[in-house]
T-cell receptor, first 114, second 115 residues
Framework: GAGVSQSPRYKVAKRGQDVALRCDPI?????LFWYQQALGQGPEFLTY????????KSGLPSDRFFAERPEGSVSTLKIQRTQQEDSAVYLC????????????FGDGTRLSIL | AQSVTQLDSQVPVFEEAPVELRCNYS??????LFWYVQYPNQGLQLLLK??????LVKGINGFEAEFNKSQTSFHLRKPSVHISDTAEYFC?????????????FGQGTTLQVKP
């Protein structure tokens, strides 16, 4: 079946612009996670949704970062007034509600801020 | 805070040789551990997971890992590597008491398999 889909795969923006990154989770997956992966580093947690509810946003680095999942399926991560330190790969993962189910990751969006 | 430490940033190895990628975690009451592989320009693919039960966990592509509570380690092993195993490997743990919660990752280990 289809996996987690992220778009765009690559995004280049000028400093100060707003960007929006999309994640289509696996159909029926209740949980959705966003991670940020800086170059040469492991992914770091940003935020978590269960259905449409954002249950944890403790990893969002600043109030310029905003995520939503209004209908409990597709999610969008928005970054306002981008800065160079926002350059990273943004990974989305989804998982089933059943116990012991692992997270399935998309291929990520590589964001470059000039 | 809960953490994961991968002790080697790069591991070079010749094809068909055995390999071990090391991972240590901070101790806690309940621990759920994972190994993921990341090929260039791709997302993370689950290799194996430890949730409970047998301390020797077998995964895909011939990899296995052993959960060692006394040494707080979860090292990944493969008896004979292939060129196609060249990739970035991440050890991770689920935060808190649930095995479905957010993941805390190590810094990653680059496995370089040489012909």
């Amino acid at each position: 079946g289809a996996g987690v889909s992220q778009s765009p795969r690559y995004k280049v923006a000028k400093r100060g612009q707003d960007v929006a990154l999309r994640c289509d989770p696996i159909s029926g997956h209740v949980s959705l996670f966003w991670y940020q992966q800086a170059l040469g580093q492991g992914p770091e947690f940003l935020t978590y949704f269960q259905n449409e509810a954002q249950l944890d946003k403790s990893g969002l680095p600043s109030d310029r970062f905003f995520a939503e999942r209004p209908e409990g399926s597709v999610s969008t991560l928005k970054i306002q007034r981008t800065q160079q330190e926002d350059s990273a790969v943004y990974l989305c993962a989804s998982s089933d509600r059943r116990p012991n189910q692992p997270q399935h990751f998309g291929d990520g969006t590589r964001l470059s801020i000039l | 805070a809960q953490s994961v430490t991968q002790l080697d940033s790069q591991v070079p190895v010749f094809e068909e040789a055995p390999v071990e990628l090391r991972c240590n975690y901070s101790s806690s009451v309940s621990v759920y551990l994972f190994w993921y592989v990341q090929y260039p320009n791709q997302g993370l693919q689950l290799l194996l997971k430890y949730l409970s039960g047998s301390t020797l966990v077998k995964g895909i592509n011939g990899f296995e890992a052993e959960f060692n509570k006394s040494q707080t380690s979860f090292h990944l092993r493969k008896p004979s590597v292939h060129i196609s195993d060249t990739a970035e490997y991440f050890c991770a743990r689920a935060e808190g008491s649930s095995n479905t919660g957010k993941l805390i990752f190590g810094q990653g280990t680059t496995l370089q398999v040489k012909p």
